[in-house]
Nanobody, 116 residues
């Protein structure tokens, strides 16, 4: 049974930082394409960052240079370090896993990030 459990969201002022965590069970994160998505009210879901292997990461243009995705294989956990946060980063953030890097089959429950 696969579970992805996000944590680390919260409320922060613009310019601040947060680190999101996604603890995985039932799958090994280093064997999957892992990603962070976000969805704000009234907006489409957006993929924020993806990691497909050691050192192989991609980012949405809106977060490049501010967000960093990383894995800790010893903890089987995915992270998203978010710096220089902006009000437009406000959204529910989800981690997701894909076996083929195309279709994300497993999703967490989400963690809310609010930037004011």
């Amino acid at each position: 049974h696969v579970q992805l459990v996000e944590s680390g969201g919260g409320s922060v002022q613009a310019g601040g930082s947060l680190r999101l965590s996604c603890a995985a069970s039932g799958l090994t994160v280093r064997r999957y394409c892992m990603a962070w998505f976000r969805q704000a009210p009234g907006k489409e879901r957006e993929r924020v960052a993806r990691i497909t292997g050691p050192g192989t990461t991609t980012y949405a243009d809106s977060v490049k240079g501010r967000f960093t995705i990383a894995e800790d294989n010893s903890k089987n956990t995915l992270y998203l370090q978010m710096n220089s946060l902006k009000p437009e980063d406000t959204a529910m953030y989800y981690c997701a896993a894909s076996g083929n890097c195309l279709n994300y089959n497993y999703w967490g429950q989400g963690t809310q990030v609010t930037v004011s």
